[in-house]
């Protein structure tokens, strides 16, 4: 490969990069997108899952959400695939002020978002494990969004449409002629290889990291990274995304998400996005925010924690707290900022609202590739949802259905069968299970990997993806990789699991001499 | 509020020993096994309906729950998914017939002769079979004819003795009254007074079959006949292994029914090998037992095992001179209370049953011995042997029916009694 040629060139492969990939294509623009590591792998696959209805924002951040419920409406037909319609409940705990409910009713009414105020007993009909002091219940349109198969969907469309993805394409260098950005120096992470890829305009939408890209054609913007910690609980305390209604702070969403549910958030700025250390203190901090939404929460079984990191755009001064930020979308012109043309930044916002932000990235790439054309994915579906049918979490469980046991199943946390491992590891070409793992959720379930991931690394093996060094290499990394995110939180059931994993894995396969 | 039962799933390790010792996906690929359907399709189960149809071809027997070593409630999680399975789909005609041993007794009973042809005629079991769902050679019971309630009535037992009351259960009721009998002159023998209540279905049936709405009637019906009972601080006792364990546990950990008479209730509530064997360790339990020269295999039910108290009949019945019993080591019969009635899980339920069969058939013994009605009845079908309550040889080797020379138990052969219903209208008991 020596050099590719596209309309646009895509920086980014979260919700965003895919998001605008998809758009232009769909737009008719020859289109290429460049990911350094794989889809959905930076903030978008480590967000808690929330799809927002904007009843989070109505207070604090009007704008953030109108574009919020906005797009949920629109996710909801185009991505129905990828969105769960749990339902979203904010409620007053005893530490929370019910005053405030009245603030949140009038903010949600003031932007749009469908709110209505439930007695108490009818909340606690239906999520029996939250606090029976609640004082005052709300329900919104919440829902539950799963990033992989929204990013998956949206590159698998782009690609329909002639678009070029690149997962594991770092980029090296923006390529300049005199005041104008003519595309990017790629290098595979894969093979290895140097490329160049020429656009007529390029769109960074990296994220926390669109920072980085930007010094490259010497622009500047300041994103800075708010961390945020997640942990997911063994199974669904709560079928409704309940938040507290209050003002928004530290570990006050739990939402179910697939077979888990998932507690977030904390808010810490961090100077390099790369760099997301768990910290003990705030695993506290949200196990004990769970306990007081969900009695008995520290009892409950913890599975794994993550931290992700949002981009947050400051245009002039520094703010004090991070969630201060408006959460709104920032598109930077750089041409008009700094005169460098053909370079377009796309940052901030959240996951909730990429459609919007990538529309709007688009509509200004159009200014630059000979006039507009008009956004269409506000009605198009993405790749996997053109039946507009919604989620259902019984869905693995109904597939197997007509034959329970027809097919030995490889991962029987997350009922992935072995015909649906085998057809993964061929569509993505890949040696590594943690792809697959974003592609299935291979390993994600309560024994994290225990059982499936030596079966799946034969099965690797079997299909000739990898050697015998590389698929012990590949076990070893799959198996660091898990750890990280188990071990912050071992207590409880999750210990007990650990010890057993740990005897197979050393005891049995004695792990630590593989040869690699 | 918290969820005890899903709850109990976060303590699964994975580790498939539920899955080896269960004995219905052992032998049939349409039940996923008790992991899978237990603590791994629970997750997929939201506020929704379900979409697993495979967790009715659970047979309830509750292994899997014995043989957990994290404590996992594997047969409950299966039972409530069941339950919400047929709640939205609607129990079948069938289930609610089976389920309702209580109608059905009351129906055959004052047509016994009638009934009882209608159930052992091939023509009609194949009608059945086709229109109902009850499989044509499923092991039924003969109706007795008259219920052993009526016949408790007339039978005068002694009344200044201690009190016990006595849970009979339905199978006793209305197919084995003989056995209920023997119940009383056990217990009479052994210095009681034997109250019995009116009592009715436990619901255990219902439970099984998923409708817990009306399961849960029943069991509060039957709590409100016993509390006072249990609140006199009497002991109540049942021959009927499942029912006694549905008062003893079941309706509390899987109905869900949290309330205060249930609770006295469960806590009066023996099995009455259980009984016997603890005033055995009193040293109050008559020992004056004449040889039984017989070798017998005893078959511990799953629902007897669920009650957590070892196997106290064969405790009991190793104090009776010359009795051999076996002990057998299968996990199940198959039948699980009304699961190998149903035409699509008849044949799951034999072949489950096959070990069990089978090593009965290789002791050579005419006789088998085990604790619950319908497990006894399954055993006689697939083996051919009689199938009796160990409360029977402990009733022979007191010789209670000997000393009744005018009774029936005394004039007939062990396996006859054993066999089928009672057909005098003389009381038991009266010998004493």
């Known amino acids: 490969m020596s050099s590719l040629e596209a309309d646009v060139l895509v920086i980014g492969g979260g919700s965003t990069g895919a998001g605008v990939a998809r758009d232009a294509a769909l737009r008719g623009f020859s289109t290429i997108l460049v990911e350094r590591r794989d889809l959905a792998d930076g903030t978008t ?108 969907g949206c590159a698998r469309s782009a690609e329909a449409h002639g678009a070029r993805i690149l997962p594991y394409h770092r980029v090296l260098d923006l390529e300049m002629d005199g005041e104008r950005v003519v595309g990017a120096h790629v290098r595979s992470e894969r093979s290895g290889e140097e490329f160049g890829i020429h656009a007529t305009v390029v769109i960074n939408a990296a994220g926390a990291w669109a920072g980085q890209i930007a010094d490259l054609a010497h622009c500047t913007v300041n994103v800075r990274a708010g961390m945020g910690l997640m942990i997911a609980m063994n199974h669904r305390l709560v079928h409704m995304c309940v938040n507290r209604c209050k003002r928004p702070s530290d570990g006050d969403i739990l939402l179910p998400l697939r077979t888990a549910c998932v507690i977030g958030t904390t808010d810490v700025f961090v100077p390099d996005p790369d760099q997301t250390e768990i910290r003990q203190e705030d695993i506290d901090l949200l196990l004990d925010e769970g306990e007081k939404l969900v009695p008995g929460f520290r009892q409950a079984r913890a599975l794994h924690a993550w931290a992700g990191v949002r981009p947050l755009f400051e245009d002039t001064a520094k703010v004090a707290e991070t969630r201060d930020v408006t959460r709104s979308h920032a598109l930077l012109d750089h041409s008009s900022r700094e005169g460098v043309a053909g370079f377009l930044t796309i940052t901030g916002g959240k996951t909730t609202t990429f459609r919007l932000m990538a529309e709007a990235a688009v509509d200004a790439a159009c200014e630059q590739l000979g006039g507009p054309r008009p956004c269409r994915t506000a009605e198009v579906p993405l790749a996997g949802s053109e039946s507009h049918e919604l989620y259902q979490i019984s869905h693995r469980l109904a597939a197997r259905e007509p034959v329970p046991q027809a097919e030995e199943i490889i991962c029987e946390c997350e009922l992935i069968t072995r015909s649906r491992l085998e057809e993964a590891i061929k569509q993505r070409d890949t040696t590594s299970l943690d792809d697959i793992r974003r592609l299935l959720r291979l390993a994600m379930g309560p024994c994290q990997g225990g059982f499936c991931i030596y079966r799946a690394t034969g099965i690797l093996h079997q299909g000739g993806q990898v050697d015998q060094a590389g698929a012990n290499q590949t076990l070893l990394d799959f198996l660091e990789e898990r750890w990280k995110g188990v071990h912050p939180i071992l207590h409880g059931d999750q210990l007990r699991q650990a010890r057993l994993d740990d005897w197979i894995f050393q005891g049995i396969l004695d792990v630590e001499h593989l040869p690699v | 509020m918290n969820d005890l039962i899903r709850d109990s799933l976060d303590h699964c390790v994975k580790c498939t020993i539920c899955e080896t010792h269960c004995p219905v996906s052992q032998v049939t690929p349409l039940f996923p096994g008790p992991k899978y359907v237990g603590p791994q399709a629970e997750r997929y189960r939201g506020a929704g309906p379900s979409s697993d149809a495979s967790v009715d071809y659970c047979s309830g027997c509750g292994i899997c729950t014995q043989v957990c070593p994290q404590d996992v409630k594997i047969a409950e999680i299966n039972s409530r998914a069941r ?329 007939r052969p062990l396996a006859a009694v054993a066999a089928g219903p009672g057909t005098s209208e003389r009381d038991t008991g009266s010998h004493d």
């Open chain 2, 83 to 411: 339950a919400k399975l047929w709640e939205k789909r609607g129990v079948p005609l069938r289930n609610q017939m089976i389920a309702r041993p209580t109608v059905i007794g009351r129906l055959g009973t004052p047509v016994a002769p009638l009934a009882n042809w209608a159930l052992h005629n091939r023509a009609v079991r194949g009608m059945v079979q086709s229109m109902i769902g009850i499989h044509r050679d499923a092991p039924m019971p003969s109706f007795a004819g008259k219920t052993f309630q009526r016949r408790s009535r007339s039978h005068h037992g002694p009344t200044d003795a201690p009190a016990v009351v006595y849970f009979h259960g339905c199978g006793t009721n209305y197919y084995e009254p003989v056995l209920g009998e023997m119940m009383v002159a056990v217990l009479e023998h052994n210095g009681f007074r034997v109250i019995v209540p009116q009592q009715d279905c436990c619901g255990l049936p219902l439970q099984s079959n998923g409708n817990f709405p009306a399961a849960r009637t029943y069991v509060r019906r039957l709590v409100d006949r016993l509390v006072p009972h249990a609140r006199a601080g009497l002991p109540i006792v049942s021959n009927s292994t499942s029912c006694g364990l549905m008062l003893k546990r079941e309706a509390h950990e899987i109905l869900g029914i949290e309330d205060e008479d249930l609770k006295l209730v469960s806590e009066s509530m023996y099995d009455v090998c259980e009984f016997l064997l603890r005033l055995h360790e009193r040293g109050a339990l008559r020992t004056d037992f004449g040889s039984l020269p017989l070798t017998v295999p005893y078959h511990a039910p799953c629902q007897q095992r669920g009650h957590g108290i070892g196997k106290p009949a064969l405790d009991l019945l190793a104090l009776v001179p010359d009795l051999d019993m076996i002990e057998l080591d299968v996990d199940c019969c198959g039948i699980a209370g009304t699961y190998g009635l149903k035409k699509e899980k008849y044949e799951i339920a034999m072949a489950v049953g096959k070990r069990l069969f089978d090593d009965i058939t290789a002791t050579g013994s005419d006789l088998a011995a085990c604790d619950s009605e319908t497990c006894r009845w399954q055993i006689a079908h697939g083996t051919g042997v009689t199938a009796v309550h160990p409360i029977e040889l402990l009733y022979r080797a007191y010789g209670l029916g000997a000393s009744d020379p005018a009774g029936k138990h005394g004039t």
């Open chain 1, 45 to 152: 696959g480590r967000f808690h899952g929330l799809l927002h209805s904007g009843g989070r924002y109505a207070v604090k951040d009007p704008s953030a959400a109108r574009e919020c419920i906005a797009e949920n409406r629109i996710l909801r037909v185009t991505a129905a695939d990828c969105v769960e319609d749990t339902g979203g409940l904010f409620v007053s705990t005893p530490w929370d002020d019910p005053e405030y409910g009245d603030q949140f009713l009038e903010g949600c009414r003031a932007t749009d978002v469908p709110a209505e105020e439930i007695p108490v007993a009818e909340a606690l009909r239906r999520e029996p494990r939250v606090n029976p002091d609640i004082r005052r219940a709300f329900l919104v349109p919440d829902a539950a969004l799963d990033p992989w198969k929204l990013v998956w």
